[in-house]
């Protein structure tokens, strides 16, 4: 166990639907990474935030956006959902304000999104 | 920019085979670098890491030195088993992008008995 949790496990939705997947990091960490591992595309960095703040992006589209709450959890937001959008959704964190050699990143179970 | 290479999949092995997936990786600055693996229906687990040149990580008999040299991070066991079918995922990342990672591909990994 990561001590990072991701709910729901599966999500079945139709095309043009928004759904919102949550994250709750291990405890300490500020940092929180979204990636999407597709079948043909492997795993892509989404975007990042650390203490509440957007700190990188990667290959994110404008549809889909993400928040970071005070108590530090994020909630990955997917709108207009197309058939390509299925994929599993992964959350990691990281103590990356820590100085610390190690900085490993830590990810949950993930999310199964099926758009149909 | 940085980024991670990883040797294209999938390895098929029989059990107790000796076992090599080839990572090499290009940073601007001085990276740490990981291997993780991906269990079939799991999320990604740390297999092992290194932090500077030379350190070699281990972890279950799997092992990986980290060559500046050759920027390379290879994973090396000796005797595979069945139980580590898997895909493995080579990355680094630099403490000053306040670890962004750089993943590999995967290599898929199937070991048969």
């Known amino acids: 166990d990561s001590g990072v949790t991701q709910t729901p496990k599966h999500l079945i939705t139709a095309t043009g639907q928004r759904v919102t997947l949550r994250c709750s990091p291990r405890s300490g960490d500020l940092s929180v990474y979204w990636y999407q591992q597709s079948l043909d595309q492997g795993l892509q960095f989404l975007i990042q935030?650390?203490?509440?703040?957007?700190?990188a992006k990667g290959n994110i589209l404008e549809r889909f956006s993400a928040q970071q709450f005070p108590d530090l959890h994020s909630e990955l937001n997917l709108s207009s959902l197309e058939l390509g959008d299925s994929a599993l959704y992964f959350c990691?964190?990281?103590?990356?304000?820590?100085?610390?050699?190690?900085?490993?990143?830590?990810f949950g179970p993930g999310t199964r999104l099926t758009v149909l | 920019g940085n980024s991670v290479t990883q040797m294209e999949g999938p390895v098929t092995l029989s059990e107790e085979a000796f076992l090599t997936i080839n990572c090499t990786y290009t940073?601007?600055?001085?990276?740490?670098l990981f291997w993780y693996v991906q269990y079939p229906g799991e999320g990604l687990q740390l297999l092992l890491k290194?932090?500077?040149?030379?350190d070699k990580g281990s972890n279950k008999g799997f092992e990986a030195t980290y060559r500046k040299e050759t920027t390379s991070f290879h994973l090396e066991k000796g005797s595979v088993q069945v139980s580590d079918s898997a895909v493995y995922f080579c990355?680094?990342?630099?403490?000053?992008?306040?670890?962004?990672?750089?993943f590999g591909s995967g290599t898929k990994l199937n070991v048969k008995p």
């Open positions: 290194a932090t500077k040149a030379d």
């Open positions: 990355a680094l990342s630099e403490r000053h992008e306040l670890n962004k990672f750089y």
């Open positions: 990691a964190s990281s103590d990356s304000h820590k100085k610390s050699s190690y900085n490993e990143q830590f």
């Open positions: 940073a601007t600055g001085y990276p740490s």
């Open positions: 935030y650390y203490n509440g703040e957007e700190r």
